[in-house]
């Protein structure tokens, strides 16, 4: 009784469901990974069926059957995965209600390329067991031992190849099966086996189709002209790609004023990568260049406390230390427990050099919790990227977390902890919900009154104070914020109404009974609308629609904040009205980020750009509305350093351009593109807004009597004051405008 056909394919079936998990990680998110599993069960329930019904008659043909199979699962497995990697599946389409059905036929096709495989596979061992059915502890033991000897071979083997050429190695053992069938069969079962292995080996190595979909962060970087891979880090834990090309920035929410408050924007450097998510920039060699940190959303807490004592979770590859001590802090405890950036930081990754040695600066691999319990700190830094940095992460968010924080804290010290409101502003509401929770644990009975919120258009930084805010810091909060064009959303005995006149940057609530987002005529601040009453634990309307309970340690499910009963009111389904993508702040307009020179009580207020959006790439969390078309991961410097902002309301069209390079999803990857400015961020519009130049076209119009493109009287009238302002700037004003363009 020879086993060891049994024990390869074995080895191999696990490992192929294995190796295509993998890939669906890479390609396209690990999620529908859990597919694989679905169809490996319907294979091999499907191959248990067809024998119990047909028993007698494979059991006259098995040893036959054992000869063949070896060559049709090599064929199988070579096909089946490159089909899968050809499929046009667009996991963000099936998320959309107006395009998810025809991707229900990408779906049927996994299933048609990969059940032929897990068929045969079950049959294979199914057979095993029919013909020895007098040893069956045997036969199973050989099953087992097999299978756990292909996920143990798998895993190495990801350390040594890349994710996409697992199916390669696979193949081997499948072949390797087909020598110790019967004698009788043996030459020409062998025959059968090679010739599949080198056919399915050419196909793989010289046309595997798998590769990043367009949806994945790193695709835009990848596909621009003289990209390249600097380093590669191939792992069980992911595969690293650090990337050297021209769109590479930091990843941080700087000011729009950045220009005018005479502050660099942020330098150039290496992207690095895990599955295709970028999770870090990491330096150049040479100096590390911080110049920016003043104009950065997470300065204020440096602001508040000169020559702090900071424990910093997430170095951002060592941008957010030097940051840091350039802000003026005396010492800085660094947690990075992502290993593959701890050890960027310790010696180095590829031509990225590794954190510079400083007596005030000390790199550990804990987590917040455990670090804590170190020393006393003035200010606890959350990085913005750290909670994406690795899955474990999420913990430093819980409620217990942030009641550790508050109690190692030095008397006066800040947490400071960020939010990303790129998708939905509830984050933010959960997030104070949480920290609600975590203070009424410390003993303190009032939270609202030690919480300070303030946002950008994007991201959200929550402050903390075990001590309560005094008047002098609230006035330091409030200052910086306008300098900056931030926006305070929160602190205590705050006048909410009073301050929406003064919001920079819109920021409209989201509606599941409409399914839309809600705009009011003026500026919005859905997180100012609720702050308090999330933080003093009073119901709230967003509480109706989504889930605001508390992160915690037993429950530490940040983006699960959607409501499965108001899934069918999802904001951007067509049925209910919805268009722009739920919860995503409309940009600077009028009270939204820019303030008009010409306006009444804001002489010669600072006009911020709202083209400068230095952003990191975008994870995947909610559902994108019908019309925002496949999201966007980052915005895209050029090499001439003007920013290529990819947002809705942004396109790139072939053109003469060619340096741009930037291809959006769904556009052929060849050919030149050229970039169409967002409205209100021409060359000639320094501070340009939402109102832009195709509205001010349309005052020109309407001035001249054109009711084709009239405008109501409000924003008629705000429209010419924005244009008295750009001109008093010496800015040029479009005059004229095309009949039904805008």
Not at 648 to 655: E, H, L, N
Request: aromatic share 8%; hydrophobic share 45%.
């Amino acid at each position: 009784m020879n086993l060891l056909p049994l024990f390869l394919v074995s080895l191999a079936a696990v490992g192929y469901e294995t190796a295509l998990t993998r890939y669906f990680a890479v390609a396209k998110w690990s999620e529908y990974g859990y597919w694989v599993i679905s169809i490996v069960m319907v294979g091999f329930a499907l191959s248990g069926v067809v024998l119990a019904l047909f028993r007698d008659a494979f059991a006259r043909r098995t040893e036959g059957l054992l000869a063949a199979l070896p060559a049709a699962l090599v064929v199988t497995a070579a096909a089946g995965f490159w089909c899968t990697a050809a499929n046009p599946f667009n996991p963000l389409q099936l998320q959309n209600l107006a395009t998810w059905q025809p991707q229900l036929w990408n779906i049927a096709g996994y299933y048609a390329a990969l059940l032929p495989f897990f068929f045969l596979a079950g049959l294979f061992i199914s057979l095993n067991f029919v013909l020895h059915a007098h040893r069956i502890g045997v036969v199973y033991g050989a099953d087992l031992t097999g299978a756990g000897a292909g996920a143990a071979s798998v895993l190495l083997a990801m350390y040594l190849v890349d994710a996409f050429d697992l199916v390669s190695l696979l193949l081997l053992p499948l072949a390797a099966a087909a020598p110790f069938c019967a004698p009788r069969w043996r030459i020409k079962a062998t025959a059968a086996a090679v010739l599949a292995l080198l056919g399915g080996e050419a196909v793989l190595l010289h046309d595997n189709p798998a590769s990043f979909n367009d949806f994945k962060a790193i695709y835009a970087p990848l596909h621009t002209p003289d990209a390249r891979v600097a380093a590669h880090v191939r792992s069980p834990r992911g595969d690293y790609l650090l990337l050297d090309d021209f769109t590479e920035r930091v990843d941080t929410d700087i000011s729009n004023n950045a220009g005018m408050l005479g502050i660099a924007g942020p330098p150039e450097t290496f992207g690095l990568y895990r599955d295709g998510n970028r999770i870090a920039a990491l330096p150049k060699p040479g100096p590390v260049d911080v110049r920016y940190a003043g104009a950065a959303l997470d300065a204020l807490p440096y602001s508040l406390i000169p020559h702090a004592r900071v424990l910093l979770a997430g170095a951002s590859g060592g941008f957010r230390v030097a940051e840091a001590r350039a802000l003026g802090a005396i010492k800085v405890e660094v947690l990075e427990p992502e290993p593959v950036l701890n050890a960027a930081l310790r010696s180095g990754l590829g031509p990225s050099p590794p954190l510079p040695p400083e007596p005030a600066v000390a790199l550990a691999h804990e987590a917040p919790v455990a670090a804590t319990r170190h020393g006393v700190y003035d200010i606890l830094d959350i990085s913005a990227d750290f909670l994406d940095g690795a899955e474990t992460n999420v913990s430093a968010f819980s409620a217990e977390a942030i009641g550790l924080y508050v109690r190692q804290m030095a008397p006066g010290g800040i947490v400071s902890i960020p939010v990303s409101i790129r998708d939905f502003p509830v984050y933010a509401l959960r997030m104070l919900a949480t920290v609600r929770s975590a203070l009424l644990d410390t003993g303190i009975a009032n939270p609202a009154e030690h919480v300070v919120v303030y946002r950008s258009a994007w991201s959200v930084r929550i402050l903390v104070a075990r001590d309560g805010w005094s008047p002098a810091q609230i006035a330091t909060v409030r200052k910086f914020c306008d300098d900056r064009s931030f926006d305070v959303s929160w602190y205590p005995h705050m006048d909410v109404h009073a301050a929406r006149a003064g919001i920079y940057n819109d920021l409209p609530a989201v509606s599941f009974e409409k399914g839309e987002v809600q705009s009011a005529d003026g500026p919005d601040d859905a997180i100012a609308d609720e702050a308090e009453a999330v933080l003093t634990g009073l119901p709230t309307q967003s509480a109706t629609s989504f889930n605001l309970s508390p992160i915690t340690l037993d429950r530490p499910f940040f983006y699960a904040v959607l409501r499965l009963d108001q899934l069918s009111e999802t904001p951007g389904n067509p049925a209910a009205g919805g268009g722009r993508r739920a919860g995503q702040p409309r940009g600077p307009g009028p009270g939204r980020g820019h303030r008009d020179p010409g306006a009444a009580g804001a002489p010669g207020r600072a006009t911020p750009d709202p083209c400068r959006r230095w952003r990191p790439a975008a994870r995947r969390r909610l559902l994108p509305g019908p019309g925002a078309g496949v999201p966007v991961h980052r915005d895209l410097p050029d090499r001439a350093g003007e920013l290529l902002a990819q947002r809705p309301d942004q396109r790139f069209r072939p053109g003469a351009d060619r340096h741009a390079g930037v291809f959006r999803p769904g556009q052929p990857a060849l050919g030149p593109l050229r970039r169409r400015p967002a409205r209100g961020c021409g060359p000639d519009l320094p501070g340009g807004d939402r109102l832009g130049r195709g509205l001010l076209r349309r005052v020109a119009a309407a001035d001249r009597g054109d009711p084709g493109l009239a405008l109501d009287g409000a924003r008629r009238d705000a429209a010419r004051r924005h244009r008295a302002g750009l001109a008093g700037l010496g800015a040029a004003v479009p005059a004229g405008a095309e009949p039904g363009r805008r």
